[in-house]
């Protein structure tokens, strides 16, 4: 068969890597191509149409200020969907970009799987309708995700956590280390390294007396963000340290972490390395997702558990005092580090995933088998 697939962002990449690797297991014939990243290109070994780094950005103005480089890219990639004629059109996470990729799919005819839902049970319920009429299957990562989409009239399948089972049992030796996860976006930069910066100075790094004394502080960075671009919005004598293609080596090493509320987060949850998530946005966008959310809180594990496992500081509540504090209880306040660890296995024990083969596999396995009818 011929698939297209869609990822718009770091995560989607990875997990759009996976599958096409399991896609040419099961489809040794398999013709594809996409809108994604070098992950999904070295999978593949060709095939790549755009680069989701050339249009990857948040918050409402954000979108707003970009949004003709947007719809041009948009009009780009449905041109070469209907010139390169899918049998199955394959869309990862990013929402607001894919579903209207799957709405101009339907209206032409071709078949729509969506691999990791739009979070809907979020916010956003108004897309359910939408999403019932235009993907032909669903195939989620959070076991109550299947329930919630089949009592609204969608297929939906579960066959596990992908993060879960990549990342289960690498947890390493700890060390006297903080990781520092701002995020992928320009947005989210600026948001939080001048909350690093701010912590470092108040931390005492040289001083014997600091409780901190001896530290390192470590920024894994995404990968499609150079360590220029952090160094940019670092003071020059910083000491934070700027690693690149490392981030779960140093969320498995790390005593604590601090973070971007998204991905980075549940990955942390997942190492059981104790975190404090820090989130913020511009006051239009702020304002919108306050109207908007209808959980109780951002982060997934979080979310999945039903209660607050660690603390998430968002908007003015994130001061650069109150994220310290917080990290000092994560790091050295052992009540608080066993309920998070106790959190965190509990998490662990809902996304075991069942059957044979990875979940990539599975996934890739019942594709094709349903598509191919």
């Known amino acids: 068969m011929r698939y297209y697939l869609i990822a718009g962002e770091a995560s989607g990449d990875m997990h759009g890597a996976a599958l096409i690797r399991s896609i040419k297991q099961f489809d040794p014939a398999a013709e594809l191509r996409f809108h994604g990243g070098e ?23 954000e979108v707003a200020l970009k949004m003709r480089r947007i719809l041009r890219n948009i009009s780009l990639v449905r041109q070469d969907i209907l010139a390169w004629k899918p049998d199955l059109l394959i869309l990862i996470d990013y929402p607001g970009f894919n579903m209207r990729m799957a709405r101009f799919a339907h209206r032409h005819g071709i078949r729509v799987c969506y691999y990791i839902a739009p979070k809907v049970w979020a916010r956003a319920e108004g897309r359910v309708r939408q999403m019932r009429r235009d993907i032909d299957m669903l195939y989620v990562i959070f076991p109550f995700e299947q329930d919630y989409f089949r009592r609204h009239g969608i297929e939906a399948r579960y066959f596990g956590n992908p993060l879960a089972e990549k990342i289960h049992a690498q947890e390493g030796p700890r060390e006297k280390m903080v990781a520092l996860l701002p995020g992928s976006r320009k947005a989210e930069l600026k948001w939080m390294l001048p909350r690093f910066a701010a912590i470092e100075r108040m931390m005492h790094l040289d001083d014997p007396a600091s409780p901190w004394h001896g530290w ?39 005593s604590s972490a601090l973070i971007n509320s998204g991905t980075a987060s549940f990955e942390a949850a997942l190492f059981r390395t104790p975190q404090v998530v820090s989130y913020g946005v511009n006051f239009i966008t702020w304002i919108y997702g306050r ?16 209660r607050r496992i660690f603390p998430e500081l968002i908007q003015g509540a994130a001061t650069p005092q109150r994220l310290l504090s917080a990290l000092e209880f994560a790091t050295f306040d052992e009540a608080t580090r066993s309920g998070m660890l106790a959190g965190y296995d509990e998490l662990r024990g809902m996304l075991t995933h069942q059957g044979e083969g990875s979940v990539t596999d599975q996934i890739a396995a019942d594709m094709i088998q349903y598509f191919r009818k």
């Open 39 to 61: 992950k999904m290109l070295e999978a593949a070994g060709g095939g790549l149409f755009r680069d989701y780094r050339e249009t990857a950005v948040m918050g409402i103005t």
């Open 216 to 254: 390192r502080l470590v920024i894994p960075a995404a990968p499609n963000v150079t360590p220029e671009e952090i160094l940019s919005r670092l003071p020059q004598e910083s000491r934070i340290e700027i690693l690149t293609g490392c981030t779960y080596d140093v969320l498995s090493r790390a």
């Open 291 to 306: 109207l908007a959310i209808r959980v109780k809180y951002i982060s997934l594990a979080n979310i999945i558990l039903d």
